[in-house]
């Protein structure tokens, strides 16, 4: 009796896993479609035709010999030049350097004109640092 029961259990619980597996596989199919299906949708920027239609000398380049020599060109020109090249955005550059951006300094915000304080005195503080 123990013995039948134990295989009916171990019966009830395989075809328990096998849906579950069936189910997992179903899922993984429905992401990889959906992934495929938003990639397909995702539009390629071609940010030098945009520069351009904004009236800018524009520029493509896919080498550094050919970003050298564009932005020499672009010393001659006397309108506003965009140079485009394409990166790897998971390559970054090695150091600890940041790109510091500023908060606004004219502001009808109070939200804004608090943050400008507060950065006002970020930057004297790190003057003191630097004595």
Sequence with gaps: MVSTS????????????????????DMV????????????????????????????HATKVSSIQELRTALENNKNISNSCVTVIDTDPSVSTPGTAWWEV??????????????????????????TLNK
Excluded at 11 to 18: C, D, I, T
Excluded at 41 to 49: G, L, P, S, Y
């Design 29 to 56: 199919v429905a992401v990889e479609r959906e992934l495929r299906d938003t990639k397909e949708q995702i539009v390629d920027i071609d940010f030098a035709a945009n520069a351009a239609s904004y009236g800018c």
């Design 6 to 25: 134990l295989e009916r259990n171990s019966q009830h619980f395989n075809e328990a896993r096998e849906q579950l597996e069936k189910w997992a596989e």
């Design 102 to 127: 500023a908060v606004a300094e004219l502001s009808s915000e109070t939200a804004v004109k608090a943050s400008r304080k507060d950065y006002e005195a970020q930057l004297q503080y790190r003057k």
